[in-house]
T-cell receptor, first 113, second 110 residues
């Protein structure tokens, strides 16, 4: 158990809908990262937050957004969902802003039908 | 961001054999990390090696780092069926974001 908690574990939704994925980082970790893993794209970095502020952006679509709250939990919002958004979404956390080991949650499986 | 690329893409061995997988990267690093992912699960951190280290051990794992060649290798000795998983490297340092390649898929046959 990495200490990173993600909910929900699985969800199925229709195209055009919006979903929110939630992440609680390890106790004491200030950085949260979001990754998307799909068969064709591999493990893609989406976005990082550090202590409530956006720190770095990767291959995140404009339809997707995230935030980190004062209690350090984070949410990833996916809107106008398309079939191609079906993937495993991971949250990870680390103590510092960069250069540290990052610890992954078990992921949220999203299926868009 | 910096990205490691793992090689080979797939590796199939018998239980008891050693498994070696490699990682190459392009820019300077402060550290390099190896992770394991069981099918459909989260990535699990295995080992971190710093740029001033050449070799590191953890149980049956041995990691080497050659910064002049910008490469690292992960050796799993005496493999077990439970080692079946995908293995990823991620480079780190400075203001980097850990980015991952497609991994090496290891299958250990009992």
């Amino acid at each position: 158990d990495s200490g990173v908690t993600q909910t929900p574990k699985h969800l199925i939704t229709a195209t055009g809908q919006r979903v929110t994925l939630r992440c609680s980082p390890r106790s004491g970790d200030l950085s949260v990262y979001w990754y998307q893993q799909s068969l064709d794209q591999g493990l893609q970095f989406l976005i990082q937050y550090y202590n409530g502020e956006e720190r770095a952006k990767g291959n995140i679509l404009e339809r997707f957004s995230a935030q980190q709250f004062p209690d350090l939990h984070s949410e990833l919002n996916l809107s106008s969902l398309e079939l191609g958004d079906s993937a495993l979404y991971f949250c990870a956390s680390s103590v510092g802003v960069a250069g540290n080991t990052i610890y992954f949650g078990e992921g949220s499986w999203l299926t868009v039908v | 961001s910096q990205q490691g690329e793992e090689d080979p893409q797939a590796l199939s061995i018998q239980e008891g054999e050693n498994a070696t997988m490699n990682c190459s990267y392009k820019t300077s690093i402060n550290n390099l990390q190896w992770y394991r992912q069981n099918s459909g699960r989260g990535l699990v951190h295995l080992i971190l090696i710093r740029s001033n280290e050449r070799e590191k051990h953890s149980g049956r794992l041995r990691v080497t780092l050659d910064t002049s060649k910008k490469s690292s290798s992960l050796l799993i000795t005496a493999s077990r069926a439970a080692d079946t998983a995908s293995y990823f490297c991620a480079t780190g340092g400075g203001s980097y974001i850990p980015t991952f390649g497609r991994g090496t898929s290891l299958i250990v046959h009992p």
